[in-house]
């Protein structure tokens, strides 16, 4: 009965966690980042694989989170890896919440009821500057989850 209880639980979970995902990936595919990532750069024959590295991206670091899988690297690469993958994941979450407000018209929105008629991109740039140095903060004091 107990052991019941439990593939009831991990097929609730599974479930839930699909539901999550795809509704995730289907954010990221809607707001367009993808596809203006790849326009941008000349590379639009290349976007099912872009998408296709983005949801395997996602199930492998899912896969390795809830597993506490831990990739024996010697102390150098490790950091070195650490830091490209930083890098990587700020790069792409920049990019989707900028997509994200273009799709929404924030920042249009946000300039004509704040009545500005320059300056907006100081105030775009305060607010990522911002970001990073709360994100250095947040680092270098260790408030991150181990």
């Known amino acids: 009965m107990m052991f019941l209880k439990y593939i009831i639980l991990a097929l609730t979970s599974v479930g839930g966690g699909a539901i999550i995902a ?11 980042v993808v596809t203006r ?3 941008k750069s000349r590379t639009a024959k290349y976007i099912r694989f872009y998408e296709n590295a983005i949801i395997l991206g996602g199930v492998w670091w899912n896969v390795f989170w809830i597993f506490s899988i ?3 690297f010697g102390a ?14 700020g ?7 900028v ?3 273009e799709a929404l018209s924030t920042t ?9 008629k320059m300056g907006l991109s ?18 270098s004091n260790n408030w991150v989850k181990k």
Do not use: Y
């Open 99 to 101: 997509s994200l407000a």
């Open 122 to 139: 100081f105030i775009v740039l305060s607010v990522a500057l911002g970001k990073i140095v709360a994100a250095l903060i947040q680092f």
């Open 22 to 32: 795809g509704a995730v990936f289907a954010l990221i595919s809607s707001t367009g």
């Open 76 to 89: 150098d690469f490790g950091q070195g890896f650490q830091i490209i993958m930083a890098l990587s994941q």
């Open 70 to 72: 831990n990739i024996p």
């Open 108 to 116: 249009a929105v946000f300039s004509r009821r704040a009545k500005l």
């Open 37 to 39: 990532m790849a326009d």
């Open 91 to 97: 790069i792409f979450v920049g990019c989707l919440a």
